[in-house]
């Protein structure tokens, strides 16, 4: 079984800076693409930042500039550093990642159950 499960989420206050972090954990022979999703009540899920597993990135337009994603191989680890928040970023983020299983061929895609972030203006 494999498990994606997030961290770091809260209040914060516009102009401020947020940290979340993922863990992979499971039986896992290797991650390939990672990446961060927001979504708001009544909209779609949107992917806000992904690394690949060369390590080459790219990020929504409304982020560009503000969030950094990184990953740390060696602990199945993906985070996002929120700088200079804005309302507009709020909303539950969830991890994503595709993930090659011990004793399996395929990679399967998984998502974290989510984190609120809430920014006050």
């Known amino acids: 079984q494999v498990q994606l499960v997030e961290s770091g989420g809260g209040l914060v206050q516009a102009g401020g800076s947020l940290r979340l972090s993922c863990t992979a954990s499971g039986s896992i022979w290797s991650i390939g693409t990672m990446a961060w999703y927001r979504q708001v009540p009544g909209t779609q899920r949107e992917r806000v930042a992904v690394i690949y597993s060369d390590s080459r990135t790219d990020y929504a337009d409304s982020v560009e500039g503000r969030f950094t994603i990184s990953r740390d191989n060696s602990n199945n680890t993906v985070s996002l550093q929120m700088d200079f928040v804005k309302s507009e970023d709020t909303g539950v983020y969830y991890c994503?990642?595709?993930?090659?299983?011990?004793?399996?061929?395929?990679?399967?895609?998984?998502w974290g159950q989510g984190t609120q972030v809430t920014v006050s203006s």
């Open positions: 994503n990642a595709d993930i090659l299983r011990r004793q399996s061929v395929f990679q399967v895609n998984y």
